[in-house]
Antibody
Framework: EVQLVESGGDLVQPGGSLRLSCDAS????????MSWVRQTPGKGLDWVAI????????YYVDSVKGRFTISRDNAEKSLSLHLNSLRVDDTAVYYC????????WGQGALVTVSS | EIVLTQSPATLSLSPGERATLSCRAT?????LAWFQQKPGQAPRLIIF???KRATGIPPRFSASGSGTDFTLTISSLEPEDFAVYYC??????????FGPGTTVDLK
């Protein structure tokens, strides 16, 4: 089955860190750019970061630059997002997305930043 | 940064009616997509490259536009079409942004 499955969502204190993972299956993972998109509870969608097929290119939304790091392991068919210096406004559901125009999304991982 | 606005914020219609959703950009957009999201679910791609239907999307969904003005049309609403619809621009190199969404709900 073609799917993306996120894991690693948790409750973390402001200033803390977290690592989200996304496991891909059912398709040639290393053929696709991949991204992370987040959604604040009850609100809209915000694109966060994107990585090229071989990991050589990475781009971030300004609000997470220097705090979040996107990476991938093509051998393991896995995408990661390292979240550092977390803020309350980073609270959201984080989705892993296959970037053939965003044609495949995971089910999401909830990150809650609160003291 | 390209900012997208969507109108109306909410569209209240009945099954069988036509839905017309608008997405407007602050700068020319060359590549636009539309996503559908239902409660408790991840977004789903319905339109890419402004007017192409994604795999499995029925022909009652159509889209058009150019420059800064884009439209998604659902020709005859089915019960499963009541959802939130987001447009997304892919103009800025690898820095995509979404519109705030239009909710299509049952009148």
């Amino acid at each position: 089955e073609v799917q993306l499955v996120e894991s690693g969502g948790d409750l973390v204190q402001p200033g803390g860190s977290l690592r989200l993972s996304c496991d891909a299956s059912g398709f040639n993972f290393n053929d696709y750019w991949m991204s992370w998109v987040r959604q604040t509870p009850g609100k809209g969608l915000d694109w966060v970061a994107i990585i090229s097929e071989d990991g050589s290119e990475k781009y971030y939304v300004d609000s997470v630059k220097g705090r979040f790091t996107i990476s991938r392991d093509n051998a393991e068919k896995s995408l990661s997002l390292h979240l550092n210096s977390l803020r309350v406004d980073d609270t959201a559901v984080y989705y892993c997305v296959r970037e053939l125009w965003g044609d495949l999304w995971g089910q999401g991982a909830l990150v809650t930043v609160s003291s | 940064e390209i900012v997208l606005t969507q109108s109306p914020a909410t569209l209240s219609l009945s099954p069988g009616e036509r839905a017309t959703l608008s997405c407007r950009a602050t700068q020319t957009v060359n590549f636009l997509a539309w996503f559908q999201q239902k409660p408790g679910q991840a977004p789903r791609l319905i339109i890419f490259e402004t007017s192409k239907r994604a795999t499995g999307i029925p022909p009652r969904f159509s889209a058009s536009g150019s420059g800064t003005d884009f439209t998604l049309t659902i020709s005859s609403l089915e019960p499963e079409d009541f959802a939130v619809y987001y447009c997304q621009q892919r103009n800025t190199w690898r820095r995509f942004t979404f519109g705030p969404g239009t909710t299509v709900d049952l009148k």
